[in-house]
């Protein structure tokens, strides 16, 4: 749901290409977050051992991984059904 409670097919064209943008830019930055944090926790592992503190980074790359608003693949088939790719 979007912050005003529009459910992804209420949402105009112009508000759906707009959400396609976000979604792409955020899948960038989360993937990179992702990578950085799987660096931090390859390195820990390799200089120390497994640990309590090895474990957060993984965490927080599990939220990264599955905090998108909406499901992508809905949104692409709501695209392609309205022409709009």
Avoid: C, H, W
């Amino acid at each position: 749901m979007k912050e005003n409670g529009k459910k992804l097919s209420e949402l105009t064209d112009q508000e759906l290409l707009q959400e396609a943008k976000k979604i792409k830019s955020a899948s960038i930055t989360n993937a990179v977050l992702v990578g950085f944090l799987v660096g931090i926790v390859f390195y820990s592992i390799m200089k120390n051992s497994l640990g309590f503190l090895t474990l957060i980074p993984l965490f927080l790359s599990y939220k990264l991984i599955n905090n998108s608003k909406y499901n992508k693949k809905e949104l692409e088939a709501l695209l392609k059904e309205r022409n709009l790719i």
